[in-house]
């Protein structure tokens, strides 16, 4: 039996784990799997799956992706084209590196460590790796505003019934969403428009974008969220995952795959961004750079 799992995806739910499991795990593009919810319409939150490996993950993929009229932005596409061999020359093809997207959010130092001594994996495959990314501006705010949004839609209704159910996060989440006026949805839209704007041209130049997976290694299950990094404190208990939502915000596909380990030995996932709709190259570059490093092959002692 393989171990895959699918799940949903909004701020990094499918990337985060998978950075620190050591495993795969990806975004796709919106509609890749279709998805019935309450918020047919809403483009913020993904399903997508995770696995050991990429090919099977691309196993996986190829099993949930594809058209339901249920889900109203599903693409047509069937999944099948997933489970075809994930080979291919990467002779030339220009990546963008980035540990920060530009200063865009603090990552720790021994992520930052991890993440570099990855890029010779990149470039022995044939890839030109030049260090550069897009013009992130106004990310954060698009995270936000639509993350409130999208949980008052889904979830306004169990605030109302069940509150003294729900944990404090959950709340403060529907409570933001309440908040929102109309003007500040609308602008919260054109800026996401003109990320992706921005982000897609920029895109026309490097194939794909890589950047760290989560900005942390993993830290102690007892701590419910990471303050700060690098003496930056944390304005709110999501802010730890900006290189995550980050990308959240353009909508285009992402995977994590495992990057290397810390001098402690704990697992750092290596995101890659892709094309939109191209999730097959993404599985492709990230394939490659699976075989070059074997990353994925170290387990715990504990699990043998």
């Not at 913020?44 to 109203?72: F, K």
């Not at 994996?121 to 550069?132: L, M, P, Q, R, Y």
Request: negative net charge.
């Amino acid at each position: 039996m393989l171990p895959i799992a699918d799940g949903s995806d909004m701020g990094g739910s499918l990337r985060n784990p998978a950075s620190f499991c050591n495993v795969v795990g990806l975004r796709p593009s919106v509609g890749r799997v279709p998805v019935k919810s309450v918020a047919g319409f809403s483009q913020i939150s993904v399903d997508g799956p995770m696995a050991r490996t990429v090919e099977d993950l691309s196993l996986m993929l190829s099993a949930i992706a594809g058209y339901d009229p249920r889900s109203p932005s599903s693409i047509s596409e069937p999944g099948d084209v997933f489970a075809k061999p994930l080979d291919r020359d990467f002779s030339g093809v220009r990546i963008a590196w980035s540990d920060d997207l530009g200063g865009a959010f603090p990552v720790d130092e021994s992520v930052k460590n991890v993440f570099g001594t990855s890029r010779a994996a990149f470039e022995d495959i044939g890839c030109e790796v030049e260090e550069t990314a897009p013009d992130f501006s106004g990310a954060d705010e698009v995270f936000k505003v639509l993350r409130a949004w999208h949980f008052e839609l889904s979830h306004g209704e169990l605030l109302d019934k069940h509150r003294d159910k729900l944990k404090d996060t959950v709340i403060w989440n529907i409570e933001e969403g309440r908040n929102l006026t109309g003007p500040q949805i609308g602008e919260a839209e054109k800026k996401r428009t003109a990320l992706y704007e921005r982000v897609r041209k920029f895109l026309e130049t490097y194939e794909f974008l890589v950047l760290p997976t989560v900005q942390v290694p993993p830290f102690d299950v007892d701590e419910p969220y990471v303050p700060e990094i690098n003496g930056v404190s944390m304005d709110s208990y999501i802010d730890w995952m900006k290189s995550c939502y980050f990308i959240t915000a353009t909508g285009l596909p992402a995977i994590s795959v495992p990057g290397g380990f810390t001098g402690d030995g704990l697992p750092v996932g290596l995101q890659i961004v892709g094309r939109m709709r191209d999730e097959f190259g993404l599985l492709q570059i990230a394939h490659a750079f699976e075989r070059a490093t074997g990353f994925w092959k170290r387990r715990p002692a504990t699990f043998g």
